[in-house]
């Protein structure tokens, strides 16, 4: 198996194949000073996501698995902030992240996929410090797939049609999310190494 491989089969993120990811660190690793509640959800406005990926699973009964994740990705030099919003919410993991393909500068992630972590510590944090753009709708209906999920209602086909139907809801918010292409034009010029593309 490769390295590539490897870290996709340890991470279970098989929705991003040109990503390599180092061994995970957790709030039992990070000692930083905590942030402004606040501030943490102006940033998340403008840099976190809210999304939820539906994937092949070949033991479960359908076939496939419901993955909630909240995410925020940043330059590896921008670390420091992500462990500091991971220890003032409480939960999550931070990955280095390595686009070697592209010619992309290192990445570091702050990921929480863990429905109970989702609904013990991101759910009410967002519910008493609001997000204040169009991210809040995408969190609005995010929380709803979360809580379906820990009812058990997606393993039902009444309701597995129902997280699809708000996935895709999540989906249509993002697309229609003004210069979305000059942005992700900007992020990825921002990114690249001085020496471009490597081969």
Not at 101 to 113: C, D, F, S, T
Not at 131 to 139: F, P
Not at 168 to 194: C, H, M
Request: charged content about 35%; proline content about 4%; overall charge positive.
């Amino acid at each position: 198996m490769s390295e590539v491989s490897r870290a996709h089969s340890t991470n279970r993120l098989p929705f991003q194949r040109n990503l390599k990811l180092a061994e995970p660190m957790g709030k039992e690793r990070i000692h930083r000073k905590k942030l402004d509640p606040n501030y943490i959800a102006g940033f998340v406005d403008g840099e976190g996501s809210f999304c939820v990926g539906i994937s092949k699973h070949k033991t479960l009964r359908r076939g496939i698995e419901i993955h909630p994740l909240f995410e925020i990705e940043l330059r590896a030099d921008d670390r420091e902030i992500l462990e500091r919003i991971l220890v003032t919410i409480g939960c999550g993991k931070i990955y280095d992240c390595s686009y070697d393909r592209y010619g992309w500068q290192p990445h570091a992630k702050y990921k929480v996929g863990s429905t109970k972590d989702l609904e013990k510590f991101v759910i009410p944090f967002f519910d008493k410090y609001h997000l204040q753009a169009k991210k809040a709708e995408s969190y609005k209906i995010f929380k709803k797939v979360v809580q379906m999920m820990r009812k058990k209602e997606h393993l039902t086909d009444k309701g597995f049609a129902k997280i699809v139907a708000l996935r895709d809801e999540i989906r249509r918010i993002g697309r229609n999310q003004k210069r979305f292409i000059s942005v992700e034009t900007a992020r990825v010029r921002e990114n690249r190494l001085p020496s471009g593309v490597r081969s």
